[in-house]
Structure formats: C-alpha cells, structure tokens
C-alpha cells in the first residue's frame, strides 16, 4: 500500500467488516492486506468453476526425478 487512499479504503473494509480496530494495529492491517493482494495475484485463475482441486491435482509433479 502506497496511498493514503488505499490505506483509507483498507480501513474502511475492516470497519465494514464489522473490525473496530485501535490506531496501534492499522499499519498491520495494512501490511497484511498488501501481502494477501499479492498472494492472490498468483494464484491461477484460468480454472472453469467444476474444477475441483481432486479432480485437476497431478501428483506426478511433485514425485522425485529420477
């Protein structure tokens, strides 16, 4: 987060959100929504919603290379 608008509309959610957070905890808030943003930008979204994750989980991937 860079912007006091951004800053500002993250609060707002949490207050919204039914969150009645002090001051002393805002910059975490902050800081942990900045991160969740970026785990969610790497997630895939190219999925049709049927997938499910038993359905499309290879676990040939993740074996050993021999």
Do not use: W, Y
Request: aromatic share 4%; no cysteine.
């Amino acid at each position: 987060m860079s912007t006091t608008q951004d800053r500002d509309d993250v609060l707002l959610m949490a207050r919204i959100a039914g969150l009645d957070l002090p001051p002393a905890f805002h910059d975490e808030l902050i800081e942990a929504h900045a991160k969740l943003q970026s785990i969610l930008a790497r997630m895939p979204r190219d999925r049709d919603r049927g997938d499910e994750p038993a359905h499309v989980f290879v676990p040939e991937r993740f074996m050993p290379v021999e």
